[in-house]
Antibody
């Protein structure tokens, strides 16, 4: 049974760095072909893909946020971590992690973590 | 980036209606097109992958079609549980972009 769960602060101040952790079970990111992504959704708005990390530690970022994002993994803990620097109120959103399966489909999602950026 | 444009942005329909949502890519994405359903307060759920492959457990009233840059999601006979927001997504190349969503509401 595949599950993912996001954790991190619910509230961050502008200019601070956000660190989110995705803890998953039911698969290993050490297995060839496995990938995990982060996706966010501002309140009432559409989904926005942020980053991807692969089993071989390849990493991809959305170009508009590339300078602010870092994705990493800890296979021993079954965790993927996303950091986003210089947070701004426009970054207020629900942040999801999702497993990527064959054909790059997001087949399992976490429940999401709402992050509010406010002073 | 590949832009994904869905239409309509919102749609009112009745139980039993047949509805179609379209998705257009700004360049050819071959068959790398997927559809998700999202209900309020919940994470998206994969419905259809690679244009027309129904995911396990998804009712057969859902179907997908298209190729290249034009794609469609059809629900043949709307049921109460189908009222939700639907997103298309391309996985042809990163960044993996989503459409802006289509909110399907009860008429």
């Amino acid at each position: 049974q595949v599950t993912l769960k996001e954790s991190g602060p619910a509230l961050v101040k502008p200019t601070q760095t956000l660190t989110l952790t995705c803890t998953f079970s039911g698969f290993s990111l050490g297995t060839s072909g496995m990938r995990v992504s982060w996706i966010r959704q501002p309140p009432g708005k559409a989904l926005e893909w942020l980053a991807r990390i692969d089993w071989d530690d390849d990493k991809f970022y959305t170009p508009s946020l590339k300078t602010r994002l870092t994705i990493s993994k800890d296979n021993s803990k079954n965790q993927v971590v996303l950091t986003m620097t210089n947070m701004d109120p426009v970054d207020t959103a629900t942040y999801y992690c999702a497993r990527i399966h064959i054909n790059n489909v997001f087949d399992y999602w976490g429940q999401g973590a709402l992050v509010t950026v406010s002073s | 980036d590949i832009q994904m444009t869905q239409s309509p942005s919102s749609l009112s329909a009745s139980i039993g209606d047949r509805v179609t949502i379209t998705c257009r890519a700004s360049q050819s994405i071959s068959g790398h097109l997927h559809w998700y359903q999202q209900k309020p307060g919940k994470a998206p759920k994969i419905l259809i992958s690679v244009v027309s492959s129904l995911e396990s457990g998804v009712p057969s009233r859902f179907s997908g079609s298209g190729s290249g840059t034009h794609f469609a999601l059809t629900i043949s006979s709307l049921q109460p549980e189908d009222f939700a927001t639907y997103y298309c997504q391309q996985s042809y190349t990163p960044p993996y972009t989503f459409g802006q969503g289509t909110k399907l509401e009860i008429k």
